[in-house]
């Protein structure tokens, strides 16, 4: 009798495999790691506005301190710090939204223009009056426009935690809160700070005795908003940073 001899056709066909998400899981490592990557550059530049900050509080000091042509220096000088620092405030500022809203529409571009304009504005001013150009009228003029840009700039302060909302995984719900909180409370000061120096910077230009001394205080009160800005967004996003590893 004759057999059949049966194969399993099963096995001779060629494994099926599975598509794979490498694209996908690419493009996610990307983008977390480009996050990563402006967050710290974030954190850099507010550190280093905290630091300018404190410098500018010193340099005013001294200034008011002191006698003869030194304050007028310290004045200078301290334009050209606090103008340093608003546009490392700026700078950081725009890497922390390029990282909170990976692509979104322009929101707080303006203040953030704001900030880095008007540090470079500060700066130039410094400089100026430091070759003897105008010193009294522009250091007092610097001291404003770093007021007024502080006070601008207390929007995009107050406005970073809901930028990184979404983004604070691991982190328990009332540190959550204490680090928004704080930067809430930086915000405020910064705006009440901008305020102060704007007034201050309005009545050295106005008046023709203690222009320097007001100034110097105008920049004293001004280092004050800028290390307190600086301390509380370098804290936050350190934070953030902490949680996300």
């Keep these: 009798m004759a057999t059949l001899e049966t194969h399993d056709y099963r096995n001779s066909l060629p494994p099926t495999t599975e598509p794979r998400s490498t694209v996908t899981t690419t493009s996610t490592d ?15 530049g507010t550190t280093g506005e905290a630091l300018a900050g404190l410098a500018v509080i010193v340099l005013a000091i001294i200034g008011l301190a002191t006698t003869g042509n030194l304050p007028f220096y310290m004045a200078g000088i301290c334009a050209l710090v606090a103008g340093g620092a608003l546009v490392l405030l700026g700078m950081s500022m725009a890497a922390r939204l390029m990282s909170a809203l990976e692509g979104s529409g322009g929101a707080g571009v303006g203040g953030l223009s704001a900030e880095f304009c008007g540090g470079v504005a500060a700066v130039i001013l410094g400089i100026l009056a430091l070759i003897g150009l105008y010193p009294m009228t522009l250091v007092a003029v610097a001291a404003l426009v770093s007021g007024a840009v502080l006070l601008l700039g207390c929007c995009a302060t ?15 719900e009332s540190n959550r809160v ?22 201050l910077g ?42 996300r590893r």
């Design 30 to 44: 990307g983008t977390a790691a480009r996050a990563d990557t402006s967050m710290q550059v974030a954190a850099g």
């Design 158 to 172: 107050a406005g970073s935690s809901s930028f990184s909302s979404g983004r604070w995984s691991g982190m328990s």
């Design 178 to 199: 204490v680090v928004q909180e704080a930067t809430n409370a930086a915000a405020g000061l910064q705006a009440l700070i901008g305020i102060a120096v704007v007034i």
């Design 202 to 243: 309005i009545i050295a230009l106005a008046s023709n005795l203690h222009t320097l001394s007001l100034t110097l205080v105008a920049f004293l009160i001004l280092g004050v908003g800028i290390m307190a800005s600086g301390s509380a967004l370098s804290a936050k996003m350190m934070t953030q940073l902490f949680h």
